[in-house]
């Protein structure tokens, strides 16, 4: 059975350049604005934000991937820890706005994590969280600054995050039914 594309290659990289616009517009500018993914694929949108601020002359902004392993909530066992990578993103927080990246918002639990392992790194001004897409169901208080789609879906169902960088033959989002 086919699953159902949500947003295609075009539809992705057309979201990607609105919310660099968007980012621009909520900050008035990008000055001391940095961006931070979620890795895999949140680091996977920052970059390509990075890259679509850049091409288009708007200015080179600092960009790095965040491990969120260790500051999980639901980490499976105590004795069972996850490969965890240092945390160096090459720049100060301290007084900047982030923009932390993710490419799905679900329950909120990653966002939460990646706040937490931001401020191990450093005192932001402010922190604004960007997805690629929302799927709703919300366990936490947790609001995306910015989103490019919305797709609500049952318990039952999934988002399928395919970016080129991460081996898929093309960009899409599908959904899985479980």
Same mark, same amino acid.
């Given at each position: 059975m086919a699953q159902p594309i949500?947003?295609? &290659?075009?539809?992705m990289r057309r979201t990607v350049v609105r919310l660099s616009h968007e980012i621009e517009e909520r900050n008035?500018? $990008?000055?001391? =604005?940095?961006?931070? +993914?979620? !890795? @895999? +694929? +949140?680091? =996977?949108?920052? @970059? @390509?934000?990075?890259?679509?601020?850049a091409a288009s002359g708007r200015g080179e902004i600092p960009c790095a991937g965040l491990d969120i392993a260790m500051t999980r909530?639901? $980490?499976?066992?105590?004795?069972?820890l996850p490969d965890a990578e240092k945390n160096e993103l090459g720049f100060p927080l301290d007084k900047k706005t982030v923009v932390l990246c993710d490419d799905v918002?679900?329950?909120? *639990?990653?966002?939460?994590?990646?706040?937490?392992?931001l401020f191990r790194l450093? *005192? #932001?001004? !402010?922190?604004?969280?960007l997805v690629?897409?929302? *799927? +709703?169901? @919300?366990?936490? #208080?947790? *609001? &995306?600054?910015?989103?490019g789609k919305n797709v609500p879906t049952s318990k039952e169902e999934y988002i399928s995050v395919h970016f080129t960088e991460l081996g898929a033959a093309e960009d899409a989002l599908t959904i899985i039914r479980r």
């Open positions: 949500v947003m295609n &290659a075009e539809g008035e500018g $990008l000055e001391d =604005v940095v961006l931070v +993914g979620v !890795k @895999r +694929g +949140g680091e =996977v949108l920052a @970059r @390509r934000l990075q890259r679509e601020i909530d639901d $980490l499976v066992s105590a004795f069972i918002l679900h329950t909120g *639990r990653s966002a939460v994590a990646g706040i937490e392992a450093g *005192r #932001p001004a !402010k922190i604004q969280l690629l897409v929302d *799927r +709703g169901g @919300r366990e936490l #208080p947790v *609001r &995306a600054d910015f989103v």
